[in-house]
């Protein structure tokens, strides 16, 4: 379902090396301390291990998504390094229709968890994880530099699978 401003279609692509200076002006324009060019590079490049989204409203780059296929132990963690849309539009459904795209593609390739990291107080963005699926697991100390904590979240993609076998009571 595409949705958007007017007649405006969103489009969810795959970012190639001609993008990555578009994503770093996503990155700053999202974040106080974003990825730097030089390692969105590194990402794009590395298709077989990242999987790098760029979302277009209307032929605007209007938000992006970054996730890797990591090992952790004898299973696949799809792992979501960052799910960003700018702010003239947000809360019309795009980060959801990325993290969805993320999901399917990293799942596509073996992925049977999700995990994330996010900024305590960072409210919309946890309560679209939530909605989506993730649990809080774990606080992160210091993890976005000091006083600023992270929250630890996982959603379980196998079939079956109920809530995870963890549980943070001070998330």
């Not at 200076?21 to 990242?50: K, T």
Request: aromatic share 8%; with cysteine; hydrophobic share 40%.
């Amino acid at each position: 379902m595409a949705r958007g401003a007017g007649l405006a279609v969103l489009r969810v692509r795959k970012a190639t090396l001609r993008d990555v200076r578009l994503m770093a002006e996503l990155e700053r324009s999202c974040f106080d301390e974003g990825y730097p060019e030089s390692l969105l590079a590194y990402f794009v490049m590395n298709d077989e291990r990242f999987i790098c989204l760029l979302a277009e409203l209307g032929g605007i780059a209007v938000g992006m998504a970054i996730g890797e296929l990591e090992e952790e132990g004898l299973k696949a963690v799809g792992h979501v390094w960052t799910i960003e849309v700018l702010a003239p539009y947000r809360r019309r459904g795009i980060g959801e229709r990325l993290l969805r795209e993320l999901e399917e593609r990293l799942r596509a390739r073996g992925a049977v968890e999700f995990h994330l990291e996010v900024k305590v107080g960072n409210e919309p963005a946890i309560r679209l994880y939530e909605k989506m699926g993730y649990i809080k697991v774990g606080i992160l100390r210091d993890y976005y530099g000091p006083g600023q904590d992270g929250i630890f979240m996982v959603k379980h993609l196998g079939p079956g699978e109920g809530p995870s076998k963890w549980s943070c009571g001070a998330c």
